[in-house]
């Protein structure tokens, strides 16, 4: 038992601040505003639920599943425009001075363009970690169809990356 | 073809983690949100807490019926008679006692149904989903059947449904206040109708909610809920209203010798004790507390101790009394007489004292019940760090008995202690028959068997001591005998 897990919510705050706004920043890419305020709603959310934080997942794990419904809230509000994918990012004159954030930006476009729950299993697996078995269970599912679904995923990205990327991954 | 799929992994891994480490916060924001933080815990002191925090993990939640309401926005353009209906069909639906849904999962190759049944007053929530994953709501407790590992989790739900939600009369109740707040949203709600269907559609911009209503009982019949920003993907669910729900998971098809755990780690690890409504051992000790139901009714019960320690009691709760024989000790607390007897047979004295009952006497007026007691006999003086609980059925001389192990690590005077006890509860009479308990405090592991008399030793003399013995009373009451 790791009794070192009996930080209060204000050290939490302290460490995952940055990787929260981080995450929240990527999804909503470019919308820097909307961003710091679905930082916020999370952060107060987390605050008011962390009594019922359990310890099962990481603190962070736990912070951003909050994340996601509130920017599932915020685009159910204000739904994106269809995401139009440059056709050659790199080709594309930048618009940003950091090229950077502009690639993390384009990532998220190419995220939002993602049918259905591909983007959440994409990011359950490459940011969370988390293992086939952990994803199935998660969602009520068997580990059979989250195996195929995560192949399509990883698929789909691939084929939207290699289309504005074209000839930059092998 | 292995090579591009690792490609793939690398490429979505290396592009994913720089994403979320691309963006800096504006200066000044983490401040800004610490401010919010600190005013948040401050006035949540005195707040109640929300009427249902939903928090049904595994897919798609017990409880959404409740959260769709949120769903309901309308107002600009509606016709105030669509408005009208579909808040006339809520109220109809969430006046019913007893909901179960249907709920089909279509999302990107995740495919089947789960069902949901709902009753309230009190609120009982049971959860089935297509992996076989089935969860139950109910009172302070959370359990859930993981079909993969067998085994059952017992979790404390206090901080899932608050008190606010246990106590709701209705699910209108319930909602009301969503609807209302969801009434300035806004979203033009237009009805159509079919033989014996009144369909009402919410467009809510791209995307169109339909809520079915049976026109003869004004109830839902089935909804298709679209997923906000995942285009394509819609959530249905169909509604019936039986009389009555499963009575438990078990009714569900989850196997009686599936082996029952709980979160007792990460319950104090991350929370102080004083923030818990449960712990786990009073998690446990409800589990084992409801299969012993019976034993609350017994007027006597006689125990017979064998192994470490040796002896015979009887105890009577009202009005109190406990009879003792261990070895060459026989003595008789009178509750009503707020007296302990104490026989001595080497001087043939019988002893009567009030004084030195104290805390004796006070834990068992506490207990309240022979299943009172029988639970006192589990619990340690020391905080429980660890505990641990399977659950199995064995047959044995012709009665069928559920067998309760509870393992635990406790605190004992600065160290940590471990023991085991084990529960034989009759499945036909719900009391407890036997209590095996061992433990690195007890030289040897002793057991409890029980049974239940009608009744028992009324005063000191029926447990054998002599009429003759000579009294010596310390109560300030000579010359009475005791009785």
């Known amino acids: ?170 | 073809m292995n090579t591009n799929a690792d490609n793939s992994d690398n490429l979505i891994a290396r592009e994913l983690t720089q994403a979320v480490t691309a963006f800096t916060p504006p200066a000044g924001l983490k401040d800004r949100i610490r401010e919010h933080i600190q005013n948040e815990q401050k006035s949540s002191r005195g707040r109640s807490a929300p009427l249902l925090r939903v928090l049904v993990p595994a897919a798609a939640a017990a409880v959404a019926l409740i959260a769709a309401s949120i769903w309901l926005f309308p107002a600009n353009g509606s016709s105030s008679a669509a408005y009208a209906g579909l808040i006339t069909a809520l109220e109809s639906t969430q006046e019913a006692k007893h909901v179960h849904w249907r709920a089909s999962i279509d999302l990107e190759g995740v495919r089947g149904q789960h069902e949901v049944w709902i009753s309230i007053g009190p609120l009982r929530i049971l959860n089935k989903l297509p992996s076989g994953v089935v969860q139950s709501i109910e009172g302070d407790c959370m359990r859930t059947y993981d079909p993969l590992e067998k085994t059952i989790k017992i979790e404390d739900a206090s901080s899932t449904v608050s008190p606010e939600a246990k106590s709701i009369t209705s699910f209108a109740e319930a909602v009301a206040g969503q609807i209302e707040d969801a009434r300035k949203a806004g979203h033009r709600v237009t009805e159509a109708r079919k033989p014996g269907l009144i369909i009402y559609t919410i467009h809510r911009h791209e995307a169109e909610d339909r809520y079915y209503v049976d026109a003869s009982t004004g109830r839902f019949v089935r909804t298709e809920e679209h997923s906000g920003w995942a285009p394509g993907h819609v959530y249905v669910r169909e509604f019936d209203y039986p009389s009555t729900v499963p009575a438990d998971i078990y009714a569900l098809g989850v196997p009686r010798e599936a082996k029952i755990t709980e979160l007792a780690e990460a319950i104090p690890s991350i929370m102080p004790a004083t923030a818990r409504a449960m712990s786990p051992f009073e998690i446990h000790f409800a589990e084992i507390m409801a299969a012993v139901k019976d034993s609350e009714t017994a007027d006597w019960a006689h125990i017979k101790i064998t192994g470490g320690m040796t002896g015979e009691l009887w105890i009577s709760v009202k009005p109190l009394r406990q009879a003792v024989i261990q070895e060459t000790r026989i003595q008789y607390l009178d509750g009503g007489h707020a007296a302990l007897h104490i026989y001595d047979p080497a001087e043939n004295t019988l002893t009567v004292q009030r004084e030195i009952l104290g805390e004796h006497f006070a834990k068992l007026q506490e207990a309240g019940s022979i299943r009172g007691l029988v639970m006192s006999a589990l619990q340690h003086q020391g905080d429980l760090h660890q505990a641990q609980m399977t659950q199995s059925r064995q047959e044995a001389d012709g009665r069928q008995y559920d067998i309760f192990t509870l393992n635990e690590e406790y605190e004992d005077e600065g160290t940590t202690a471990e023991s085991k006890a084990e529960v034989y509860v009759d499945v036909d009479t719900n009391r407890v028959e036997r209590l095996v308990l061992t433990g690195d405090r007890l030289t040897q592991p002793y057991t409890m068997q029980f049974d239940y008399p009608e009744t028992g030793p009324l005063d000191i003399y029926a447990l054998g001591v002599p009429q003759d013995a000579k009294i010596v009373d310390l109560t300030g009451q000579e010359g009475q005998r005791p009785r």
């Open chain 1, 1 to 170: 038992m790791s009794r070192g897990k009996q930080a209060d919510f204000s050290n939490v705050f302290d460490r995952h601040f940055e990787q929260v706004y981080g995450y929240v920043a990527y999804r909503l890419a470019p919308d820097a505003e909307a961003s710091a305020d679905i930082t916020q709603e999370t952060f107060l959310a987390a605050c008011k639920g962390w009594k019922s934080y359990r310890g099962d997942g990481t603190a962070l794990g736990w912070l951003r599943a909050i994340a996601r419904r509130k920017i599932a809230d915020h685009f159910r509000a204000r739904p994106p425009a269809r995401e139009q994918l440059p056709a050659d990012a790199a080709a594309s004159p930048s618009r940003s001075p950091d090229p950077t954030t502009e690639r993390a930006t384009l990532v998220a476009r190419i995220m939002r363009s993602l049918s259905n729950g591909q983007a959440e299993l994409l990011e359950d697996k490459y940011l969370e970690g988390l293992s086939v078995k952990q994803m199935a269970r998660r969602r009520g599912a068997s580990e059979q169809s989250i195996a195929s679904a995560l192949f399509r995923a990883r698929r789909a990205f691939r084929q939207r990356f290699d289309e504005v990327q074209p000839n930059k991954e092998t």
